[in-house]
């Protein structure tokens, strides 16, 4: 919004106003009815009781921070508690309006919230509602500055953009940059416009103002990382932040400019109207006569260019007035985080490195990757480091490797590892990420003790993480990462379980033929790749889908994807036992016993469900993981029935660590032309693996 800063003059924001006020009634009713919240979340260990001093705490909070002081601004946000936290009957509460709203609608939305809460989460300790213009929040626990997004709430506009892959674009771009402006603004509001394509999108994101601007960052990211592809319109509401767009305009455009006030403002202008508050009937153009509702659509019509071409003329004089007597300084921080990252600041010295991680002692060595051994380390400045050096062997020249990382280093994502930096040295590769204390995934997933670390609601929550990293990887981040080897031990957990995938843009750092589509070298895990690679070298983000897919089931099962069952006679993997008990209706025989009794049952089904259409055999039935993640968030999205996994490890090599790569050199197989060797490279061996399909009983 900063780009409007001119509009603080009365005059202007008289005329925007009444534009807006009438671009309004034009735009239709886009809300929901002002009856059902579009955000909705009871929860609290315990219930209070009717009459108990909770109760009593709880009304007199709700009471009070309901009352909107008349001279609020715009975006009201207060936050409150009654006793302190030594008290049982402790209650903490915010309340909060869209960033454009007026104090007198803030009210009237906000006294709607509060009844709707306690009428709504009846005796829970904890609640959040959201109405469209305004959020209010309690619980028993103090919650002020922690980002929140447990439970989310979205609405489509299923009306497919006419230019799907165009519109994306300028979608992601125009939310990631309000994100970003929103994050760093002490209002945590920021709104948009991208008008450079015949549709115009409107775009709105908003934190509540308790988070920092890097909690705000993460909240907003992880919401737009999966609003819907392709849709005209969808909002995504969590406790902590909300994102939406639409192509009509549903906010309060120019006026929103936080003016800092010079002197009293002229009486306040006409706010923007309730959508949809069914208050009178002025607004409902269908009940009205025909040959008058067209008349005054005319005319509103009329007016509405009259002052829009009256606006953007003023807008125009002022931008340019404005223009000359901005200080030079001020813009540039809208551009801060995206160009700051250079070579230069992501460039470790090898004896830092050295010293760090004592000379890359056994002692201090975490593990082996697929691209290197991997070191702790701790800098001077006392940060814990991960240092993984790189073997020798790199397709690529220098130059061209500093300015790849320069680029992975600006994919920055919640559930993705964040790269530091890296070294270049006497013959020597490294990359540098940030330590995670919980190692990886597997760790936990496969101990039989530290598996029960992992209930349900953390299993939810590390799918839904590596499906947006994904999210990212594939679709929002400018290089479009295919992952390729992501496994349960490429997870990293950081201190609050939260997933975050490593290795992440190696394969494409370290070149294999990365903008091909086909590769003559296959490089992944055994039991994690896609059929279409290991037979044929293909490859596509459906290849990290097939990955992922495994990864849910084995998050679900507990069980390595190549177990080798009960009966070592009959050994079957993972894919077949599960794909087994789907068909003959026992699915939830194979969920984790340490978590079998205290997961809903439809969750879990719907977990399984949405792995075995990630590794059906035929890439294009794999849904993408924009339309996993939305199977993840949204449980009103229906499920197609998957198809046979027809393509199922063979275990009898099982036996042999899992974690080596097949570099080069494997035979495989198909099932109709079996023993036909596709591929047969040089290189030296390491596994010889044989693929076949497996009949489901
Ligand atoms: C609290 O009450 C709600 C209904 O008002 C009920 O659904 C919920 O199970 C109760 N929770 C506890 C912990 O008793
Ligand atoms: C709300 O509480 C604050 C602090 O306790 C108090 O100053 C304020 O007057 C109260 N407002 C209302 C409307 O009760
Ligand atoms: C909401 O407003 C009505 C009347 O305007 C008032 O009677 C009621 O107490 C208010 N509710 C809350 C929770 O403030
Ligand atoms: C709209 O988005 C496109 C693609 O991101 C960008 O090139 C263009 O400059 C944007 N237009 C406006 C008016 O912001
Ligand atoms: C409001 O939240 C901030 C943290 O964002 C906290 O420091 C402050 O104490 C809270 N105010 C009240 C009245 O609890
Ligand atoms: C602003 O208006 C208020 C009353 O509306 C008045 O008391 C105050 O003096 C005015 N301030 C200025 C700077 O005009
Ligand atoms: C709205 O119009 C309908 C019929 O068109 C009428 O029955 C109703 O009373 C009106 N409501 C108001 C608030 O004017």
């Keep these: 919004m900063e780009r409007f800063l001119p509009f603080s003059g009365p005059a202007g924001k008289l005329t925007v106003l009444s534009m807006l006020a009438l671009l309004n009634i034009l735009s239709a009713p886009l809300g ?38 008349a001279s609020a601004g715009r975006g009201h946000f207060r936050n409150a508690s009654i006793a302190d936290w030594t008290n049982p009957n402790a209650v903490y509460g915010l309340v909060q309006c869209r960033g454009d709203v007026l104090a007198a609608d803030c009210a009237s939305c906000l006294n709607r919230s509060a009844s709707a809460a306690v009428l709504r989460c009846p005796l829970r300790r904890r609640a959040a509602v959201r109405f469209d213009y305004c959020l209010l929040r309690f619980s028993d626990q103090k919650f002020f500055g922690n980002m929140d997004d447990t439970e989310r709430s979205s609405l489509v506009n299923s009306n497919g953009a006419p230019d799907p892959l165009a519109f994306d674009h300028r979608l992601m771009d125009l939310m990631v940059e309000i994100s970003s402006q929103a994050a760093a603004a002490s209002s945590k509001f920021a709104v948009g416009i991208n008008n450079s394509d015949s549709s115009v999108i409107y775009g709105l994101v908003q934190c509540t103002q308790d988070l920092s601007e890097s909690e705000c960052s993460q909240c907003l990211q992880g919401q737009i990382s999966i609003l819907p592809r392709g849709e005209i319109g969808a909002q995504i509401h969590v406790a902590s932040c909300s994102v939406r767009f639409e192509t009509s305009i549903f906010f309060a455009t ?73 200080p030079k300084g001020l813009p540039l921080n ?302 009103s999205v229906t499920l197609l029935a998957p198809s046979k996994p027809a393509f199922v490890l063979n275990s009898s090599m099982r036996s042999q660590s899992e974690e080596s790569r097949i570099d080069t050199d494997y035979q495989s197989s198909e099932r109709h032309n079996s023993n036909q060797s596709i591929y047969r490279p040089s290189g030296q061996s390491i596994n010889e693996v044989t693929f076949s399909g497996v009949e489901p009983r």
Aim: with cysteine; hydrophobic share 40%; glycine share 6%.
């Design 32 to 69: 929901h009815s002002q009856e059902n919240p579009i955000y909705l979340w009871c929860s609290g260990n315990t219930n209070y009781t009717a009459g108990s001093e909770y109760k009593a705490n709880l009304d007199l909070l709700l009471g009070n921070l309901s009352a909107v002081p």
């Design 254 to 326: 120019l006026a929103i400019s936080p003016p800092p006030p010079p002197q009293n403002r002229s009486l306040p202008s006409p706010p923007p109207p309730l959508p949809a508050n069914n208050g009178g009937n002025g607004t409902d153009v269908s009940s009205g006569g025909k040959e008058n509702t067209s008349r005054s659509w005319r005319i509103i019509l009329i007016i509405v260019i009259l002052l829009l071409v009256a606006v953007i003329v003023l807008l125009l004089i002022l931008l340019i007035h404005f223009r000359r007597r901005i």
């Design 334 to 635: 809208l551009v801060k985080d995206q160009e700051v990252i250079t070579a230069e600041s992501l460039l470790f010295d090898f004896r830092t490195l050295k010293i760090a991680t004592r000379n890359f002692s056994e002692a201090n060595k975490l593990g082996e990757g697929g691209f290197g051994p991997v070191y702790k380390g701790l800098l001077p400045d006392g940060q814990q480091i991960a240092v993984k050096r790189l073997s020798k062997r790199s397709g690529q020249g220098l130059a061209e490797l500093r300015n790849e990382v320069v680029l992975v280093a600006k994919l920055q994502h919640r559930n993705l590892v964040r790269l530091l930096g890296f070294c270049l040295e006497e013959e020597e590769k490294m990359v540098i990420y940030e330590y995670l204390p919980n190692r990886s995934l597997d760790n936990f997933l496969f101990d039989p003790i530290k598996r029960h670390v992992l209930d349900w609601e953390r299993r939810y929550k590390l799918i839904e993480g590596i499906a947006r990293g994904l999210v990212y990887l594939h679709e929002d981040s400018r290089l479009r990462v295919i992952h390729r080897d992501l496994k349960a031990s490429n997870v990293l957990l950081d201190e609050n379980m939260n997933p975050k995938i490593s290795d992440f843009g190696l394969a494409k750092l370290f070149g294999m033929d990365e903008t091909h589509r086909n590769t003559s070298r296959i490089a992944g895990t055994h039991g994690y790749m896609a059929p279409e690679y290991v037979i044929r070298g293909h490859f596509s983000p459906k290849l990290d889908v097939f990955s992922f897919g495994i990864l849910t089931l084995e998050i679900v099962t507990g069980q390595r994807n190549n177990i080798v069952s009960c009966d070592s006679e009959n050994p079957i993997d993972l894919v077949s036992y599960v794909w087994h008990h789907w068909n003959e209706g026992t699915t939830l025989e194979v969920v984790d016993q340490s978590i079998a009794d205290q997961c809903p049952r439809h969750e879990v089904i719907r977990c399984i469900h949405m792995g075995l259409l990630c590794i059906q055999s035929d890439p294009s039935d794999r849904p993408n993981m924009s339309e996993v993640a939305l199977m993840l968030s949204s449980f």
